[in-house]
Every structure is written in C-alpha cells, then in structure tokens.
DNA sequence: GTCAATCATCGTGTATACAAGAGTAACATT
DNA sequence: AATGTTACTCTTGTATACACGATGATTGAC
C-alpha cells in the first residue's frame, strides 16, 4: 500500500477497472468504495478524480462517476494509436540501441519463444507483455515509454482476448522474430512497419476482437 | 465558471501553468491557491489530483505539488511523439476526407495565409493551431484527436516560442501547403511524412528552441 | 565556529459535517 | 388510468477540523 490512500485506491480502482471486476457503465458509488476499503470518502473522491483525468471512469456533475464503455470502435481507434507509438518506439530502438536494451530484448524475445511452443497461452501473454516493454525502454524517450506504458495497461485487457484467437499464438510470435532481426539490424523502418502491424487490428483481427468481446 | 469548482479549478491552474504564470518547478501551495480563488482546500486538491494524473505537476507525498519542469530534453520527446501522432492523423484524414472536414482545412489553411502575408505572428499562432486542430478532426478518430488536442496543449507554449525564429513563419506556411495538397490529393504517406517532418523539431530547430527557452 | 540533535511550526493527508441538487415515489388532479 | 406535481431521500460537492509528517530554526556540544 502506497504512502498516501489516495494514490493507493486509484491502483486499487484502476486495476479493478482493467480487469473487468468494474465492469463498463457501471456506478462507482463514493460511499460503497469507501465502506468497502475501510477509509473516509475523501481520499476515494480523489482517486476518482485522478481516475478521470486519465479517462478511465467519467465524473458527470451530481451524478456520480461512470466506468467508460470505449466500445469497439474507440478500442481500434486506440489501437490505432498504439501501433503508431510502438512504430515509432521500434524505429528509435533500432538506431539506438545499446548492449543492455538489447540483452533486455533478447531474453524476453526468448521467454515468448518458450512459452508459444509450449502453448502456454497466459505465460506468453505475459512474456509478451514484457518484450513489447523492453522495446519501449530501447526508444530511450523516457516520454514514450511512458505514454507506451499507459496506453498498454488500458489495451491490457483486450490483447489478452486476442491471444485466444486460434494460431494467434504462433503467429505473433513469429512476427516478433521479423521486428528483432529488423530492431538487431539497425533497421528502423523495417521495424517501425513491423510493429505496426504487430499491434494493430487491421481487418478480420478487428472482427475476431469484437467476437471475443462480445462471448463475455 | 463550470458546474462544479474542482473542475473549474483544474482548467484555471492548468492554464496558468501553460502560460507560464506558474513557473517549472514552482511549489503550488493549497492554501495559498484556495484563498486566491476563494474556495476551501478540498477542490484545489481535486484538482491538484487531477493536473497530477495528468503529468503537469507532481505531488510528492507529504511534500506538496510542485510544477514539472520538462527541460529541454524531455520537451524534444514530446515532439517527437506529437510529429508521430499528427502524422498518422494526417495519413487518416488523407484517407478518409470529406467535404465538412475539406473546407474546415481550407478555411483554417487561408486563415493561416492571410496572418502569414500580414507577417502577424500572434494571429498566425491562433490560425495555425485551428489549422492542426481540423486535420486532428479530420482524421474521424476521436481518440487519436483527443491525444492530439491534449499534447498539442502541453506543448503550445514552445510551439509558440518556435514560431518567434526567424523565417520560421513563412516556412511554416509553406509547409502548410504542401501538407494541404497531400491530404486533399489523398496521399496519406505523404501527408505522414509532411507533418512529421513539420511538427518535429529536428537538428537546428531544437537548437533554436534551447535557446528561446533560455532567453527567458 | 561548525555540526548535530531536538523542538516548534507549517502544510499536507484524512475524516467528518453540512449544504444542495438529482432521482424517486406517492399522491392528487384531470 | 395516466400524467403532473410535490416531497422525501440519497448522493455528491464543499468546508472545516484534526492528526501526522516534514522542514527549518534554535540551542547545545565538540
């Protein structure tokens, strides 16, 4: 538990919201929360606040707060986004990279490796997790990362939903194989393009995503 | 004034930070904020949450707030990312333009001409961030205008600062339009690779904005 | 004279109290 | 029976009170 409340619950929230336990649309009442994590409504309000700046929950005047529903359309736009900074992450890690950047990337390249042949779909998801990490620190732009970072946690939870997709598995990982050969061999467009299309949702992919979003 | 002081507060304190009324590094004080506006605490730290979940200040637990100072390194970053985004706002909006989103450019663009010709560096300030703000529109994804529209914010006082250079104003100008010829030729890579080029600050550009940011 | 330790003061963190708007249900009127 | 109005309740928005930690000053010792 962090050093302040506030802080505290806006991870605490925060995580409860990505992982579906709040599911979209639903009413986060102050009082409820507070009850519920043992503090005062002050420091929940603050969360919410944080919350809301970030875009995760909507705070309507005298209304109360809202988990946001990004619905399928705005999910792609996001991902949209996405490929875009990882793009570009991919492309400034190429010409930059270092010793340790690509020590990082080549044992976490490794660990997805393991865990695609063993088929072992939720250690890959998070194998993959930290290869897509070890890029963004490579861009050595401490802001992308960041805003990497942000932007991964919010799709954490629909990238997850596209690993269930039959051969997805096997296909990322091969593709992951292309963006470190481009990334190792200093070849930042060829990387750039790659992860573009690693991580976009361009056609049936789109289409798999809102099938498996809808089966819940 | 809107609806609730919090928010309110959080626009006012935001804007005072982006124009530089609040200095980098300046500690923001609660008490002395809420008798400035004439309100208690508990909305100034709403919005202190708020501006801090954000990333345009930071509380330091215990320590008070105190106003990011980005430095010079950090802000190249930031372009960097905005070059990336605008550009694949660019490429969309060269997709997928329609005849509101057409004229909203042309407009905003002669707005630009006429402050470019009249050599008003303020006016063209103004008509060079509607002309931006309608390619972000332009691209119909509401998310990535958001992203846009929010660092573009972030970023408006060094983008000004730029515009100070010396021939920077109608260089700018005629980057403009070439970048209008792309979109409105449909030509999304080299739309991409216009506004990339424009927004960005590469090699002497930099230079000279170290160096504004210095002479003040 | 300088450094360290302790105490005081100031500001933040959290809780609680109070005010006001929005939702809801019941009653009355058509 | 349906609709509109009114009153009540519940939740949010803001203020204030209190507790605790951090910073700085002062005093003492070396």
Redesign the pocket.
Known sequence: MS??????LRDEIENAILSNEFSPGE??????L?TRF?????????A?MQLDAIGLIE???????VVIDPGPHRIYQMFEVMAELEGLAGSLAARRLDEESREAIAATHSRCEQSASAGDSDAYYYANEEFHKAIYAASRSDFLEEQCVQLHRRLRPYRRLQLRVRNRLSTSFSEHCAIVDAIFAGDGDEARRLLRGHVGIQGERFSDLVASMAAR
């Open positions: 050093e302040n409340v506030g802080r505290w009413r986060l009442d102050e009082m409820v507070a043992g503090v005062s409504r002050t420091p929940v309000r603050e919410l705070i309507r005047p005298r209304r109360g707060a």
